[in-house]
């Protein structure tokens, strides 16, 4: 019995983001629990190759989170095409480690525009085509709770609280639709983001911030997606889980 309430077999799922990192692996994850995936990304040829190397069963469309007439053509054609829509994971993001005083307006509003405002127009788009039973599952982040050291990120952990309320809201919102909303919060995971421009001191410092004293993997964040996204969740909606290596634990 909870064996197959894990399993995700006939499902259709689609994975902003999944070209890469955690989208990827949360590709992997839900492939492997039985889910036909759709990967929609802007990082074109990373997202082909990564779909042809599952050998069937995962296709990519291309998708920018901030096209609002994209995302809700991209949806539409996914439930068209294979006549369902179970799951929505949105792990499309962008990072910005820059302080207040510094951060021009374009910037906040890129950050803003692919974190809060893309997560939450495809969770809308998605759920037109959803029906009962199906799960939302946003890729948040610890930011979207508590403040960063060493770096100063406040645009980044303004996008990420936005997609933590969002996610409540729409939990309460789709209820009576029998769709749950849920966000998954990493703290630090080692991926491009947190690798590209990153000061190898900042890793030093945020390992010796978490009680678990290393980073995560993609992995161990798939692996929590696949159950929320998976019947053995069906009692969870609205919840933000936190996935820090007890970063905000102490
Ligand atoms: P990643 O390796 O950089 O992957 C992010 C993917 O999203 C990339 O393929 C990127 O494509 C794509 N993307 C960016 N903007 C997009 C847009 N407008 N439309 C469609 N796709 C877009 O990052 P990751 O570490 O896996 O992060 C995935 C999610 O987890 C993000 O939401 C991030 O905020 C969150 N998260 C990450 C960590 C961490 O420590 N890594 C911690 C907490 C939360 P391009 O490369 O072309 O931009």
């Known amino acids: 019995m909870y064996r197959e309430r894990l399993e995700l077999d006939g499902r259709v799922a689609v994975v902003t983001g999944g070209s890469r990192g955690i989208g990827l692996a949360c590709v992997t994850a839900l492939r492997e629990f039985g889910a ?4 929609a990304d802007l990082l074109d040829d990373v997202g082909r190759a990564a779909a042809e190397s ?13 096209d609002a007439a994209a995302v809700a053509e991209v949806f539409a054609g996914v439930a068209e095409r294979h ?8 792990s499309a993001g962008i990072a910005n480690h820059q302080p207040s005083s510094e951060i021009s307006r374009e910037a906040w509003d890129a950050v803003l525009a692919v974190n809060a405002t893309g997560t939450f127009w495809c969770a809308r788009e998605a759920a037109r085509h959803m029906t009962r039973g199906a799960s939302i599952v946003a890729i948040g982040s610890m930011s979207g709770e508590l403040a ?12 990420k609280g936005a997609v933590h309320l969002a996610v409540k809201s729409l939990a309460v919102e789709y209820v009576d639709a029998g769709i749950r909303v849920n966000a998954v919060a990493p703290g630090y ?6 690798k590209d421009g990153v000061p190898g001191e900042w890793w030093d410092d ?5 009680p678990m004293q290393r980073l995560g993997s993609p992995e161990e964040v798939a692996s929590l997606v696949a ?15 936190l996935a820090d290596g007890g970063y905000s634990a102490w």
């Open 148 to 159: 960063n050291a060493p770096q100063r990120q406040a645009a980044y952990n303004a996008s």
């Open 54 to 66: 599952f050998g069937g069963g995962v296709e990519y469309v291309h998708l920018d989170v901030t």
């Open 36 to 39: 036909t995936v759709v990967i």
């Open 206 to 210: 945020w390992i010796r911030r978490t």
């Open 227 to 241: 159950f929320l996204a998976s019947d053995a969740a069906s009692y969870l909606t609205g919840s933000i889980v």
């Open 189 to 194: 995971i080692g991926t491009d983001l947190t």
């Open 83 to 90: 006549g369902r829509l179970d799951i929505l994971v949105t």
